[in-house]
Each structure stands twice: as C-alpha cells, then as structure tokens.
C-alpha cells in the first residue's frame, strides 16, 4: 500500500506510515484547532494497513504537546491498534516521553488503563 | 496586578491565525527568559487549550447581526507573570442562557481532586461519562490538571440576552517535587 509521510508543521506532527520498511510513528507537537480534519488521513490510512497488516507492528508516538481534540484523535487510532491486536495480530504501542516530562509519563499511563493492547512507556 | 506583568494582552477577533501567533510568541518568551522547561510546557499546555476554547466558541457563532449591540465574537486574551504563578485569563461574551450549564461544570471540576479530574478526564474522554459536547468539556478539564490550582471566573451581566465570561487559570511557577 501507498505510504503516508505529513511533514510537521508548527500545530500538527510528523507522521510517517511506512509499511514496506515497517515505520509507524507520530512524533512533534500536535495542537490543530481541527485534530479531526488532521487525523482522517492517518485514521484511513490505519484501516487501509490493518486488514493486512505485517507480522508485527510497532508504532510508536513522541509527542511533546497535544490539545485536547488531538487526544480523542489519539485514542480512536489507540482504538484500532487495539483491534489489530484482537484479531490476533502483533502489535504494541511505545509511548515516548521526554524523562523529566511527568504530564506526558501520566498521559500514556491514562491511555494504558483505557486500552487492551500492548502499550509501553519508554522514557527518553 | 502590575501593567510590567503583563506579557500579552489582545482584545478583538480571534483567528486561528492569532492563535498561532500568540503561542509562538508567548513560547518563545518564556524560552528567552530560561523558565524551568516543566513549568513552560505547563503554561504552554494551559494557554493552547484557554485560547483553542475561546476560538471554538466564537467559531462556532453564527454570523453577527449588525444590529447588536454586543460586540459577541470579540474575545480579551491576556497572559501574564506574578511572583508565584503565570495567569491566563480569556473573556468573551456567552448568552445567558448558557451560564448555568458553564457554571456547574466549573464547579464541578473546582470541586474535584486530582484523582477526580482524572477520572473526569477519562470519562469524557472515552464518552462513558455525563454528557458533554464535544471536546470543550475535556478542554476544561485539562486546564484544570494541569493548572492544579482552582479555575477563577465570573460572569459579568451586560444586558437581557448577554453576560461577558471571564476565565482565569493559573500555573506555579515553582516546580513541585
């Protein structure tokens, strides 16, 4: 499938989807005003990749900022990693964080008690 | 409050562009000045989701009538620097018939503790909890959190149909351990 590489802007993170070379990641700032209109593409992309996904699928996120919109966006990719994962396939989400950034730590660990899938915090 | 505390202050329209603006400026003062980089992101969190609300808000208003005397789409940004704490303070005009539904939901999170407004958090969230529209309800909720101190506001009658609703949220400067 088609990779999906956005360039990071001052709002919006880098993404790079990459199924050949089997990168998954999301890494930058992420506060647009319009995280839904931002994230379709990913989301899309997301579905697209998990109905034949590779053996194993490591995504991994470094965020330094996100709003509040950006973290409902978040979740519903969380949400379809998560289904991966149901449907028996291998997948495991790394929450980077800068090491000194307590908020961020307390941000993946709210997201790992929401979720059923493999979900690491690796401090950085 | 001193004018020298001040570090910004816009009254006017608010665009997405001004947004932008304001936060780049504001962020790279506090990067100019070397403040503890856990008290910036902090400030910088706070200040994305005060001002993001106030756009949202206005945005979502429909056109206004040319006859109204208020101006309602015109919103005061204000952020500054005391001893102990940075403010963020936003105000625009809301129909007074919104106000008790806003004023519940301040208090209800003023009157929640830590492991509350997390629980709060994760319930708008993942929309198990009370209804809530959108993602304003979680906007103020993590103003809150982060701030850790209580969310100060007012409603400022102007006429029959409208109040001018004024928002501060605070951020310690002293890191806490």
Same mark, same amino acid.
């Given at each position: 499938m088609r990779n999906l590489v956005i360039e990071p802007t001052s709002k919006t993170p880098k993404v790079i989807l990459n199924a050949d070379?089997? +990168?998954?990641?999301?890494?930058?700032? =992420? +506060?647009?005003?319009?995280? +839904?209109?931002?994230?379709?593409?990913? /989301?899309?992309? +997301? %579905?697209?990749? =998990?109905?034949?996904? /590779?053996?194993?699928?490591?995504? &991994?996120?470094? /965020?330094?900022?996100?709003?509040?919109? =950006? =973290? &409902?966006?978040?979740?519903?990719?969380?949400? &379809? /990693? %998560?289904?991966?994962?149901?449907n028996g396939h291998k997948v495991v989400i790394r929450w980077h964080y800068d090491a000194d950034d307590e908020d961020m730590a307390e941000t993946g660990q709210d997201y790992q008690a929401l979720l059923d899938v493999p979900f690491e915090l690796v401090p950085v | 409050m001193q004018l020298n505390n001040i570090i910004f202050v816009y009254q006017g329209e608010v665009t997405a562009d001004l947004v932008s603006s304001i936060l780049q400026m504001v962020e790279n003062k506090l990067e100019g000045e070397g403040e503890d980089r856990k008290v910036k992101k902090r400030v910088f969190n706070v200040m994305v989701e005060c001002l993001q609300n106030v756009y949202h808000h206005l945005d979502a208003l429909p056109p206004?009538?040319?006859? $109204?005397?208020? !101006?309602?789409?015109? @919103?005061?940004?204000?952020? *500054? !620097?005391?001893?102990?704490?940075?403010?963020?303070?936003? *105000? $625009?005009?809301?129909? $007074?018939?919104?106000?008790?539904?806003?004023?519940?939901?301040?208090? !209800?999170? $003023?009157? @929640?503790?830590?492991?509350?407004?997390?629980?709060?958090? #994760?319930?708008?969230?993942?929309?198990?909890?009370?209804?809530?529209?959108?993602?304003?309800?979680?906007?103020?909720?993590?103003? @809150? !959190?982060?701030? *850790? #101190?209580?969310?100060?506001?007012?409603f400022h009658p102007v006429n029959e149909k409208y109040s001018f609703f004024s928002l501060e949220a605070r951020v310690s400067r002293i890191p806490e351990k």
């Open positions: 070379l089997g +990168i998954f990641e999301i890494t930058g700032r =992420s +506060i647009p005003e319009d995280a +839904i209109g931002f994230y379709r593409k990913v /989301l899309d992309w +997301i %579905e697209e990749y =998990s109905k034949n996904p /590779l053996p194993e699928t490591a995504f &991994k996120f470094h /965020l330094e900022y996100f709003n509040t919109s =950006s =973290s &409902k966006c978040l979740l519903d990719i969380f949400r &379809k /990693l %998560e289904r991966m994962h149901k | 206004t009538d040319p006859s $109204n005397p208020v !101006r309602d789409k015109t @919103a005061l940004l204000m952020i *500054g !620097r005391e001893e102990k704490d940075y403010f963020i303070i936003t *105000g $625009n005009h809301v129909l $007074n018939d919104r106000i008790p539904d806003l004023k519940a939901r301040l208090d !209800r999170i $003023n009157r @929640a503790s830590k492991e509350e407004l997390k629980q709060l958090y #994760q319930e708008v969230l993942t929309g198990t909890g009370f209804s809530e529209k959108g993602t304003a309800g979680l906007g103020m909720i993590d103003i @809150a !959190r982060k701030s *850790g #101190q209580r969310l100060g506001y007012d």
